[in-house]
């Protein structure tokens, strides 16, 4: 009768279904999986579209299939790759937390050639209100459509941001290790930790009188995260 042959009709459909063509959807995650997670600052937006991908649809579902390719390639173009600094000189360190450039003296002259940005940002720089680009300068990352991302150096002993350790740093570190000077920006407050303990101290002090007075040499020890 009529049912049955329209049941005949409906299994003939249901065995002769082709499955659905994946390989879109293998591309996009072979493109996903050519990317390093480390370098954006959310990746995961594609992990959970990769994860989504349901397989054994058919033909006739072909636009789901289609939808789960895009999905992922639409995260993939949502990416934001971190902006970061990096230096070429292990004697200068760049704390992205923090957006600090630290170094010592010897270096300020020098540094802005050790200076690279990630995500196609620009760098460019300006100096304190001393004229100088010793502590308190700034060093700036920019980019078309982007905010600017400001990083401030710090220039160990240097407190003043004057472009040396002097007789006037080691007077302002002894007014704070003594707790009658509160620094409250956070590049001063590491050129004034010297010796990099996460503390300013007398051992601060010691420390910039005898490079202002015998010009001993302030290592720099800063480590991201103290």
């Known amino acids: 009768d009529a049912k049955y042959i329209e049941l005949?009709?409906?299994?003939?459909k249901l065995i002769e279904r082709t499955p659905a063509?994946?390989?879109?959807?293998?591309?996009?995650?072979?493109?996903?999986?050519?990317?390093?997670?480390?370098?954006?600052?959310?990746f995961s937006a594609v992990t959970s579209a990769v994860n989504a991908v349901i397989y054994g649809k058919y033909s006739d579902e072909q636009n789901i299939v289609d939808g789960m390719a895009q999905a992922i390639r639409n995260?993939?173009?949502?990416?934001?790759?971190?902006?970061?600094?990096?230096?070429?000189?292990p004697s200068i360190v760049a704390d992205n937390t923090n957006h600090a450039i630290v170094l010592t003296a010897e270096y300020v002259e020098t540094y802005a050639e050790c200076i690279e940005a990630s995500g196609d940002y620009a760098v460019s720089f300006e100096p304190n209100?001393?004229?100088?680009y010793s502590t308190g300068a700034t060093v700036i990352m920019s980019k078309d459509g982007c905010d600017d991302i400001i990083y401030t150096v710090a220039v160990l002993g240097d407190i003043d941001g004057?472009?040396?350790?002097?007789?006037?740093?080691?007077?302002?570190?002894?007014?704070?290790?003594?707790?009658?000077?509160?620094?409250t920006n956070t590049a001063y407050n590491i050129a004034a930790d010297a010796n990099c303990d996460?503390?300013?101290?007398?051992?601060?002090?010691?420390?910039?009188?005898?490079s202002a007075i015998f010009?001993?040499?302030i290592f720099n020890d800063y480590s991201i995260g103290a």
Do not use: H, W
């Open 215 to 217: 010009n001993d040499y």
């Open 162 to 183: 004057n472009g040396k350790a002097d007789a006037n740093d080691a007077f302002l570190a002894r007014m704070c290790a003594l707790g009658l000077l509160e620094l």
């Open 21 to 42: 063509d994946y390989s879109e959807v293998e591309k996009a995650k072979a493109e996903a999986a050519a990317l390093n997670p480390d370098d954006y600052v959310d």
């Open 129 to 132: 209100s001393y004229g100088v």
């Open 75 to 89: 995260a993939i173009a949502a990416l934001v790759l971190k902006a970061e600094i990096s230096t070429s000189d």
């Open 8 to 12: 005949l009709d409906a299994m003939d």
């Open 198 to 210: 996460g503390e300013i101290t007398e051992e601060d002090f010691v420390l910039i009188q005898d």
